[in-house]
């Protein structure tokens, strides 16, 4: 059975400061990768995601997430973080071919102006 | 235009009763997946309905039950309410490149009392 872990529930972060969210997954096959993003009072929304090639993703809002097949992560980045990025992320999974996606529980970021 | 649009955005309901919850994806995409977020248990996948068939279902009890329209649209319908089935219900359509993941709707929040 396909799981995902997500190793932080919350976050807290000056802005300006860098940001690292991990996330392993388990799975026994090609895996397409995503991250979502959840704003508070808003609805789930991609920020990027992975199928194949280059193993370093980037998506919007100047967010980048780095597939490394060998630890079975899909760590998500951003260089300087700004308060309108507190939100909740979840990262997710989906076996090649398939939609349907299994979450982690997600990680809360708070940034303090 | 939104892709997805779930009614209603809001619904309280009493233990015991039973709940419909609405799904109208944009025309055209002939799937529509549900799934069920709490703060407990995370994104949970509930079920997946393509063509007006059930193609895929999640670990939850028979009380949950869906189905799907001929126009696309879908409702889910959860039986005798229990106070742990509050939570935010989510509509989605794979995403329009085809190569997985999905766009969700705003959701229905349900708060059973």
């Known amino acids: 059975a396909q799981s995902v872990s997500q190793h932080n529930h919350h976050v807290i972060l000056s802005e300006a400061a860098s940001l690292e969210l991990g996330c392993n997954y388990s799975?026994?096959?090609?895996?397409?990768l995503f991250w979502y993003v959840q704003y508070p009072g808003q609805h789930l929304q991609l920020l990027l995601k992975?199928?194949?090639?280059?193993?370093l993703v980037k998506g919007i809002k100047g967010f980048e997430a780095e597939f490394i097949k060998s630890k079975f992560s899909f760590n998500l980045r951003k260089p300087s973080v700004q308060w309108s990025d507190t939100a909740e992320y979840f990262c997710?999974?989906?076996?090649?071919?398939?939609?349907?996606?299994?979450f982690g529980k997600g990680t809360k970021l708070s940034v303090i102006p | 235009k939104a892709g997805v649009t779930q009614t209603p955005r809001y619904l309280i309901k009493t233990r015991g009763q039973q709940v419909t919850l609405s799904c109208s994806p944009i025309?055209?995409?002939?799937?529509v997946s549900w799934y069920q977020q709490t703060p407990g248990q995370g994104l949970q996948f509930l079920f997946e309905?393509?063509?007006?068939?059930?193609?895929n279902k999640g670990n939850f009890p028979g009380r949950f039950s869906g189905r799907q329209f001929s126009n696309s649209r879908s409702e889910m319908n959860v039986s005798t309410l229990e106070l742990g089935d509050s939570a935010l219900y989510l509509c989605a359509i794979p995403n329009a490149d085809s190569r997985g993941g999905y766009t969700f709707g705003s959701g229905t929040r349900l708060t059973v009392v």
């Open positions: 799975y026994g096959g090609t895996v397409n």
């Open positions: 997710a999974v989906s076996g090649a071919g398939s939609y349907q996606l299994t």
């Open positions: 309905y393509f063509s007006e068939t059930q193609r």
């Open positions: 025309s055209g995409h002939r799937s």
């Open positions: 992975y199928f194949s090639g280059d193993p």
